[in-house]
Structures are given as C-alpha cells and as structure tokens.
C-alpha cells in the first residue's frame, strides 16, 4: 500500500498569501496518478487537480499542482476568504490512498 | 448535471447489517466506474470500494469480506451492503464517480453510518 504523509498539518495564512501543501508517497506514484481535494465542513470533496498538475473543470487558476515520483506538491496563489478549507491528496497508482490532510486557516 | 444521493445511513448495533444506496441523475451508474469513499467524524478519507463498467469489485483490507458494492441498472443506482458492522465502520460514507477507475470528480453529500451500541 502507497502511504501518503501531508504537510504541515495546518498553514495558518491571511487572504491574499500564497499556500504551499506538501504531500510525499512512501513509494513512487507512477504516472504521476496523483489527485488533490478540497473539502469544506460539513461538505463533499471536491476535486481540484489530477494526474498531479491538471485543473479539474471549472477549478480557479490560482490553485496549481506539481511533482513527481515520491513528492507532489498543491499551490494556492493569492488565498481567497473560500480557500480556508482541508486539503488532501490521493494516489489512485495502486489501489486508492488518502493522505491525512493539511488545514488551511486563517491567521 | 450529476447528482448523486446517499441515503439508508443511521444507527446500528455493532455486528448489524445496513444498505446504502446512492442514486444517480446525470451520469449512467453501469457506464462508469464507481466508488464508496467514508470518513469517520473528524478523520480523513479512506476508500472502500470500487465497481468497474465490467462488473469487477474491489475493497479495501478494512473491509474485505464484509461489505459489498452492487448496482441496479434499472433504478441507475449504487449500493453497499454493509455486515458485521463495526465501531470503527462508524463514518460519513460517500458515494462519487471515479474517472476512468482513478480519481473522483462527482460526490454525493454523504450518509452517516453510525455502529453503537
């Protein structure tokens, strides 16, 4: 099983910085099958990015995907008040995998 | 647009059954690969299961041999039976659209499933 470590755990941030989500695999991703999720309380997932680097429909481009083999990285450029949300990343290379989360809040 | 509605959550005893069922709108269930995805209160996702456009399941170790995924052509609507529930079954459970097997795009709002006694 491809386990996933985020990091950090939480980024404490004002609107208008730019965030840098970490997500390392214990093996590598190959393909680069590679998939970040946005999820709010109390809502659904949605998908921002996969095959590490492509925007899903209708995804603003301020959020931006990249890596490659063991270490992917999510960028948000220029925080928006609606960015403030939970962030995972997930392999779909060997079976499905979830990392833990990174929370994105407000400082 | 797709919509995809859980329901058939609540509460049950440890070693109880449950059904959930995920209908859909927007999408064909039997043409596309579609997955369960849970997440205990206040954790993180895990996936449990997938069905292939062929029919072919697959399950996570968690839950392997005690839940099933199945769909009704007919009604366009996705299932998990659930047995042997346990505590650690407890969790919002989602039903969503994995692309081509691979990531989910579409998510249904989710039904909690809460195992107690």
């Known amino acids: 099983e491809i386990v996933l470590t985020q990091s950090p755990g939480t980024l404490s941030l004002s609107p208008g910085e730019s965030a840098t989500l970490s997500c390392r695999a214990s093996?590598?991703?190959?393909?680069?099958?590679l998939a970040w999720y946005q999820q709010k309380p109390g809502q659904a997932p949605r998908l921002l990015i996969y095959g590490a680097s492509s925007r899903a429909t209708g995804i603003p481009d301020r959020f931006s995907g990249s890596g490659s083999g063991t270490d992917f990285t999510l960028t948000i450029s220029r925080l928006e008040p609606e960015d403030f949300a939970v962030y995972y990343c997930?392999?779909?290379?060997?079976?499905?995998?979830f990392g833990q989360g990174t929370k994105v809040d407000i400082k | 647009e797709v919509q995809l509605v859980e329901s058939g959550g609540g509460l049950i005893q440890p070693g109880g059954s449950l059904r959930l069922s995920c209908a859909a709108s927007?999408?064909?269930?039997?043409?596309?690969?579609m997955s369960w995805v849970r997440q205990a209160p206040g954790k993180g996702l895990e996936w449990v299961s997938i069905i292939y456009t062929a029919g072919t399941t697959h399950y996570a170790d968690s839950v392997k041999g005690r839940f099933t995924i199945s769909r009704d052509n007919s009604k366009n609507t996705l299932y998990l039976q659930m047995n042997s529930l346990r505590a650690e079954d407890t969790a919002v459970y989602y039903c969503a659209r994995a692309i081509s097997g691979y990531y989910f795009d579409s998510w249904g709002q989710g039904t909690l499933v809460t195992v107690s006694s």
């Open positions: 997930q392999q779909y290379a060997n079976s499905w995998t």
């Open positions: 093996q590598s991703v190959s393909s680069n099958y």
């Open positions: 927007g999408l064909t269930v039997s043409s596309n690969y």
